[in-house]
């Protein structure tokens, strides 16, 4: 008794889903996660990584099934069958994708908001206390009455509502490096320099053409556009040296944008930032005055 194809539809199907569940959550293509927001990121490749295996299965496995099952045969030059119209079949392959994208959509939307999201980059208040965007060269509007313009963050990740004690950094990307600038010391580095365990906020803006701020280990891309200040928040969570790369055609010579973001325990922080304080070095440097 022939099996029926409806019962042989659902069991391919379930043993898919299963070969894509088991290699999204068990074949590990990314790097060392250092960084609060890597394991929620994480998730969401997991899901990708498992559709995408899904997909990738089922239609490598139907296109080598109808090679095998409807090849011509030897010695037959007829022509095929001419089929046309399913309407279930034309309903099901536009209803999957459309279901998947929407799931994804969605999901890649809530992780977004769970790594930090637009909802604290459209809160006013938390925007104008951030004292170093008067420096950027913001993407501004004018009033009608005449009045100042006022910065504006045009995306990001922001502040995470409860976040205390972040490290302001401001960052400036030209053709071809990042420039680091901490408010806190007046220090300009060409490397970022961060403790590990505490929030850090980029405030970042563009002198020349579109750039792209990335750390693979950070799970963490934001583009840098001229005009147009935005904002990337992370807490890192491993001491070590992780590469930053601009993941934006920028030029000839965009390969060699890099830089390197160097995370210290917060002792080892404190060192460097004392070291490296300009108005450290001019106390030390100064002479002593003679006393009578």
């Known amino acids: 008794m022939p099996i029926p194809s409806s019962l042989v539809t659902l069991l391919v199907g379930m043993a898919l889903v299963l070969s894509g569940l088991w290699v999204g959550y068990n074949v590990n293509l990314l790097p060392l996660d250092a960084s609060a927001n890597a394991p929620v990121y994480d998730s969401l490749f997991r899901v990708l990584f498992s559709i995408g295996t899904i997909l990738f299965l089922g239609i490598?496995?139907?296109?080598?099934?109808?090679?095998?099952?409807?090849?011509?045969?030897?010695?037959?030059?007829?022509d095929g069958l001419a089929i046309e119209g399913n309407l279930l079949l034309e309903i099901v392959w536009t209803a999957i994708p459309a279901i998947v994208v929407l799931f994804v959509g969605i999901y890649?939307?809530?992780?977004?908001?769970?790594?930090?999201?637009?909802?604290s980059l459209n809160d006013h208040s938390a925007m104008h206390r951030m004292p170093s965007m008067e420096t950027?060269?913001?993407?501004?509007t004018?009033?009608?009455?005449?009045?100042e313009p006022s910065a504006r963050v045009w995306?990001?990740?922001?502040?995470?509502?409860?976040?205390?004690?972040?490290?302001?950094?401001?960052?400036?990307a030209m053709q071809f490096a990042f420039i680091f600038h901490y408010p806190e010391g007046d220090i300009t580095s060409g490397e970022l320099h961060v403790p590990n365990g505490r929030p850090v906020e980029l405030r970042m803006k563009a002198n020349d053409v579109i750039h792209a701020f990335w750390v693979p280990q950070f799970r963490l891309k934001q583009d840098v556009i001229p005009g147009q200040p935005t904002v990337l928040t992370f807490t890192p969570t491993k001491a070590g040296s992780y590469p930053i790369i601009c993941a934006e055609l920028?030029?000839?010579?965009h390969g060699g944008m890099r830089s390197t973001v160097v995370v210290h325990e917060p002792d080892a922080y404190d060192a460097w930032l004392l070291k490296n304080s300009p108005v450290t070095a001019t106390v030390a440097?100064?002479?002593?005055?003679?006393t009578a």
């Open 108 to 119: 890649s939307y809530d992780i977004y908001e769970r790594m930090g999201g637009m909802s």
């Open 136 to 140: 950027m060269e913001a993407s501004v």
């Open 142 to 147: 004018a009033t009608e009455g005449g009045q």
């Open 285 to 290: 440097s100064a002479p002593s005055t003679p």
């Open 60 to 78: 490598v496995g139907l296109v080598v099934f109808s090679l095998v099952r409807f090849r011509r045969r030897a010695g037959d030059h007829t």
């Open 155 to 172: 995306g990001g990740i922001g502040t995470g509502a409860g976040e205390t004690n972040v490290l302001p950094v401001e960052v400036t």
């Open 250 to 253: 920028c030029g000839p010579y």
